[in-house]
T-cell receptor
Framework: DQQVKQNSPSLSVQEGRISILNCDYTNSMFDYFLWYKKYPAEGPTFLISISSIKDKNEDGRFTVFLNKSAKHLSLHIVPSQPGDSAVYFCAASHQGAQKLVFGQGTRLTINP | GAGVSQSPRYKVAKRGQDVALRCDPISGHVSLFWYQQALGQGPEFLTYFQNEAQLDKSGLPSDRFFAERPEGSVSTLKIQRTQQEDSAVYLC??????????????FGDGTRLSIL
């Protein structure tokens, strides 16, 4: 059973516009959510996280939104830049279980 | 070093051979994790250490997989009698706090294992 799902395998966005990546989860015990960015042949790089006590967290061009009732989170990147082209993974965990559960990833391509 | 270091970056082995993958976490990080990533998928949890204690090994796919962290720093993931389905990227991650605190995990670049 896929507890964390990223239903869009790929997304293409024009440079300067907003990129919105989506993630859904099924386990209501999850209380900590993260987004990672991955370039080819490199490990995932931590981008931003959010605790379930919040519904929004912002860091520069990156904002994560959490809708607990819908079990949905999203990552907004604005403005999008060519260097943002990568695979993005959302991940979740809950207190007492340190392991991260990852989605399948979304490949973001930023077009000049 | 500044980040999580994994070696070797690439490993090719014949089916049936044993392999050992090394992870050097960020200095001072208490928690260490191993993940397996198949092509086109997200990483999947294998095992977790807090210092030298292996607190969760629920993700290890079989008893051929064994991990250790004897002194609470460097960790080794060993796979015995490798099989073709073991081919994957093995990722190591560390985080600064254990217990109930939420801290992001920081990943190494992984070891790409190919079993022929």
């Amino acid at each position: 059973d896929q507890q964390v799902k990223q239903n869009s395998p790929s997304l293409s966005v024009q440079e300067g516009r907003i990129s919105i990546l989506n993630c859904d989860y099924t386990n209501s015990m999850f209380d900590y959510f993260l987004w990672y960015k991955k370039y080819p042949a490199e490990g995932p790089t931590f981008l931003i996280s959010i605790s379930s006590i919040k519904d929004k967290n912002e860091d520069g061009r990156f904002t994560v939104f959490l809708n607990k009732s819908a079990k949905h989170l999203s990552l907004h990147i604005v403005p999008s830049q060519p260097g943002d082209s990568a695979v993005y993974f959302c991940a979740a965990s809950h207190q007492g279980a340190q392991k991260l559960v990852f989605g399948q990833g979304t490949r973001l391509t930023i077009n000049p | 070093g500044a980040g999580v270091s994994q070696s070797p970056r690439y490993k090719v082995a014949k089916r049936g051979q044993d392999v050992a993958l090394r992870c050097d976490p960020i200095s001072g990080h208490v928690s260490l994790f191993w993940y397996q990533q198949a092509l086109g998928q997200g990483p999947e949890f294998l095992t977790y250490f807090q210092n030298e204690a292996q607190l969760d090994k629920s993700g290890l796919p079989s008893d051929r997989f064994f991990a250790e962290r004897p002194e609470g720093s460097v960790s080794t993931l060993k796979i015995q009698r490798t099989q073709q389905e073991d081919s994957a990227v093995y990722l190591c991650a560390s985080s600064s706090l254990g217990g109930l605190s939420n801290q992001p995990q920081h990943f190494g670049d992984g070891t790409r294992l190919s079993i022929l």
